[in-house]
């Protein structure tokens, strides 16, 4: 069985400043990789996904996100934070062969002025 | 907005009691999920409905039970309710019932049992 492992539980960035969102994953194979954000009070947002190909994957609101199969890694990065940006983030993996997304415990985002 | 809408925003009711939560897909979506949000358990996945069928299941309860119509809406139903049961529950929504469409999620129920 598939499983995601999210090491940081709460991350605080100044604005303006980089993040980086660490997810690593287990499953025996390349699976389908996701990173979703839910802002407070709202359902999950699809940030990108990772399917096939280009190793880094582009995603909406600036963020992207690169597959390291020898890492068994989807890092999160956005090169310079908006304070809208705090909310917490989701990385979920979906196994080729099967239907269900296993999340992440997710990682909180607070963003200081 | 993603297109996914879930009725009600809210939910209070006490132990024991059974309550009915509500959503429907994205036009043209096929496939619903269902998810509960907790604070000890996090995101867990509970059922999966692909076109009014019973696609995967996930952690679900006997207590709880899901179904799709024919109008592709589904409800999930939570009986004998538990303290433990109080969560964020969200629906989401795609095309396809494989991992390789992705999910779109509604905004959530939120249960509070008392």
């Known amino acids: 069985a598939q499983s995601v492992t999210q090491p940081d539980i709460h991350i605080t960035v100044s604005e303006g400043a980089s993040l980086e969102l660490r997810c690593n994953y287990s499953y025996g194979a390349t699976p389908y990789l996701f990173w979703y954000v839910q802002s407070p009070g709202q359902g999950l947002q699809l940030l990108l996904k990772?399917?096939?190909?280009?190793?880094l994957v582009q995603g909406i609101k600036g963020f992207e996100a690169e597959f390291k199969r020898s890492q068994s890694s989807f890092n999160l990065r956005k090169p310079s934070v908006h304070w809208s940006d705090a909310a917490e983030y989701f990385c979920a993996v979906g196994p080729t062969n099967d239907y269900k997304l296993s999340f992440g415990a997710g990682t909180t985002v607070t963003v200081r002025a | 907005d993603s297109g996914v809408t879930q009725t009600p925003k809210h939910l209070i009711t006490a132990t024991g009691q059974r309550v009915t939560l509500r959503c429907s897909p994205r036009?043209?979506?096929?496939?619903v999920y269902w998810y509960q949000q907790s604070l000890d358990q996090g995101l867990q996945f509970l059922i999966q409905?692909?076109?009014?069928?019973?696609?995967a299941k996930g952690n679900i309860l006997e207590r709880f039970s899901a179904q799709q119509f024919p109008d592709l809406h589904s409800e999930l139903n939570l009986s004998s309710l538990e303290l433990g049961d109080s969560a964020l529950y969200f629906c989401?929504?795609?095309?396809?019932?494989?991992?390789?469409?992705?999910?779109?999620f509604g905004p959530g129920t939120r249960l509070t049992v008392t």
């Open positions: 409905y692909y076109n009014g069928e019973e696609r």
């Open positions: 036009s043209g979506d096929l496939s």
């Open positions: 990772y399917f096939s190909g280009d190793t």
């Open positions: 989401a929504s795609s095309v396809s019932g494989l991992a390789d469409y992705e999910q779109y």
